[in-house]
Structures are given as C-alpha cells and as structure tokens.
C-alpha cells in the first residue's frame, strides 16, 4: 500500500550548520514529491517540490535530493536559523493522484 | 494576493452532531483538497473538488462529504459525530494544469473538537 516515512521523528541541529532530514516511500509508482513545513498552530507551509526526474532541485537554502533506487528523498537546509524550527513533512502522490499521502513528520529543533 | 482561507477557526460540537467547515482557494486556483490532521500525525486526504465534482476520495466513510460552489469554495461536512472526528481540518488549494500532481497550497485549519 501506499505509504510514506520519515526515519527519525526528532532532529537538532546547532544554529548556523545545515539540516538533512531523511524521508522514505514505499509506492514506485510515486513521481511527485513535495515537502512542507508546519509551525505550531498553523496549516502546512509549502516548501519546495520535485517530480521523478529530478534527482536534485534547489531553492532558496534549501536542496530536494532524491534517489528513485531506494525510494529515498531528503531535504537539506543550509545555515539553520531558529526561524527553520518546525515539523517536517514529505509527500508523495501514489503515482500520478492529485492527493497527497504524507509521513509522519520530523520535529526540527534548532540550538543556539 | 489572498491565500487560502478556512472558516470557522476553532468549532467545538458534541458526539451526533453534524459539522460544515469552509475553505476558500487561493487566487486563481481551482481545485481544493480536504484533509483531516490528528495530533501527532501527518495530513490524511479526505477528498477533493473540481468542476464542483468529487473527482478523487480517500479512505473515509461516508459521514464525510464536500461540496464545490462555482466560485471555487468549498464546503466539508461531517454527519453523525464521534469523538475520533476530533482534529485539524486542512483545506489545500490548486490549480489543475491537466498534468501529474498540481501544487498544493495549505490554509490554517479549522479545529474541531468532538465532546
């Protein structure tokens, strides 16, 4: 079935290194991808995308990196700041749906 | 530009009764997805609206059901209660390009709970 996970729920970083936060998918046929971030009390906020054949997409500090071979994306943010502390979350659209199936999510704690 | 707006922002109801949740897309977007977030979880997608049709549903029953006016806005309504129910409703707004997976834009919630 479908289904998309996150390996670790927690990650802290020292303000000013850079993040990766690590998202696996089970579904092949998946060829969407999308990351948002969600503050506390808010709707999830849009990231950055990438499709299939995007191994890599950059945006502004942050790189999508995807590898098809192990079902297996990630998302780097360069220099943390504190504003960066949020829960993570990947998406994927099952291989073509217009819905999104989303992970668990990663919290992203940053330390001064 | 106005992004996508939900009404009301917290809504608290008791077990049996009936819920409607509404959402208005970004601008330019016509296609909006519902989507039930419980605590500690990622999003799960309810259904979604274009051309004021379901065109794709989710895994839930039949309580569950939405509708799309010709202005793009949209309605979820939730029958019959429980205390499971009790979440963050996320509204997404798109725009179908007729292509792959559009972007989806997320609006603040609306949340409910269920006594």
């Known amino acids: 079935g479908e289904s998309v996970g996150l390996h670790l729920p927690t990650l802290s970083v020292q303000e000013g290194d850079n993040s990766i936060i690590n998202c696996a998918y089970s579904n092949s046929a998946s060829d969407y991808f999308i990351w948002y971030k969600q503050e506390s009390g808010k709707g999830p906020q849009f990231i950055i995308d990438s499709r299939s054949n995007m191994d890599k997409r950059q945006g502004q500090r942050v790189t999508v990196l995807l590898n098809k071979t192990v079902k297996h994306l990630s998302l780097q943010i360069a220099a943390t700041q504190p504003g960066d502390s949020a829960v993570y979350f990947c998406a994927e659209n099952g291989g073509g749906a217009q819905k999104l199936v989303f992970g668990q999510g990663t919290r992203l704690t940053i330390n001064p | 530009d106005a992004g996508v707006t939900q009404s009301p922002t917290h809504l608290i109801k008791t077990r049996g009764q009936q819920v409607t949740l509404r959402c208005s897309p970004k601008?330019?977007?016509?296609?909006v997805s519902w989507y039930q977030q419980a605590l500690g979880q990622g999003p799960q997608f309810i259904f979604q609206?274009?051309?004021?049709?379901?065109?794709q549903r989710g895994n839930f029953p039949d309580r569950f059901s939405g509708h799309q006016f010709p202005n793009y806005s949209s309605e979820l309504n939730v029958n019959a209660l429980l205390l499971g129910d009790s979440a963050l409703y996320l509204c997404?707004?798109?725009?179908?390009?007729?292509?792959?997976?559009?972007?989806?834009?997320f609006g603040p919630g609306t949340r409910l709970t269920v006594l």
């Open positions: 997404a707004s798109s725009f179908y390009s007729g292509g792959s997976t559009d972007t989806q834009y």
């Open positions: 601008s330019g977007h016509d296609t």
């Open positions: 609206y274009y051309e004021e049709e379901e065109r």
